[in-house]
């Protein structure tokens, strides 16, 4: 068993590694600066906590991590893959075989049940769960027949989390995933990627502007400006439940 963030990681526990990652994004003459110089490992099995103000370039690296963006500068490793050298049907597959995205806009398909939903996802992996266990993993066994808007948001955004882990993804990244939900529900979703985390022994990396949410991680990358500003680490994780804000 690998030893968590904290006990002393290995270099092969390491599945994520990005170094002197810069992105700028042009818009007409004028040139946005996302990210600056960013280096930042992340470990088999590890909740790491992406924490920052709007635009301080959370989801420019987490969408980098994932597959979905390219550097401008600076390099990528997933395992022993260079993924700024990969074309775009070699990123298609890294997010396609390792990659779960959730974000806090739940993108369901309204005329699909919720089982349906998460089926979609089964049809393009290789060793995907089924279906119901996915459902029943975050609680929502019983809804499975239900609508989108039969659902409450919170459900809505467990849904997703289900489709998003139904393919047994080696990591999942989640782009504020209450920032849509009040705090009973939201925690109720946070409780779901804790165990997903906990249980399963996914990588998740989880981007959120809400400081006590940070207590959910290993690890703590805090950013401003494009840049990491810090990188803490919890002694203790807490428990969703235990989180007030």
């Known amino acids: 068993m690998h030893a968590r963030p904290g006990m002393g990681v290995m270099v092969t526990d390491i599945v994520l590694s990005a170094r002197g990652l810069g992105k700028t994004y042009h818009m007409g003459e004028v040139e946005v600066v996302a990210l600056r110089g960013v280096d930042l490992d992340v470990a088999r099995g590890e909740m790491v906590v992406l924490l920052g103000a709007s635009g301080s370039g959370k ?24 993924l700024t050298a990969a074309d775009e049907a070699a990123l298609t597959r890294y997010r396609r075989e390792h990659v779960g995205f ?20 089964t049809d393009i992996s290789e060793h995907p769960m089924r279906a119901e266990d996915a459902l029943a993993l975050v609680g ?15 459900e809505q955004q467990r849904v997703a989390i289900a489709r998003a882990v139904v ?15 009040d705090f009973r529900t939201g925690r109720l979703v946070l409780s779901v990627l804790d165990r997903v985390n ?20 290993d690890r703590v990358v805090r950013l401003s400006d494009g840049s990491i500003a ?5 002694p203790v994780r807490a428990r969703p439940e235990e989180l007030c804000w």
């Open 230 to 234: 810090a990188i803490d680490r919890n």
């Open 102 to 121: 959730v974000f806090q806009f739940y993108n369901l398909i309204p005329s699909l049940t919720a089982r349906e939903n998460v089926e979609l996802v």
């Open 198 to 217: 906990r249980e399963l022994g996914t990588t998740v990396v989880l981007i959120t502007h809400n400081v006590p949410i940070a207590q959910l991680g």
């Open 140 to 154: 929502l066994a019983e809804r499975k027949d239900h609508f989108p808007a039969q659902l409450s948001g919170g």
């Open 167 to 181: 393919k047994r993804p080696d990591l999942l990244l989640c782009d504020e995933p209450t920032g849509a939900l």
């Open 59 to 82: 989801s420019t690296l987490l969408n980098i991590l994932g597959g979905l963006d390219v550097p401008s500068t600076g390099t990528v490793h997933y395992l022993d893959h260079d």
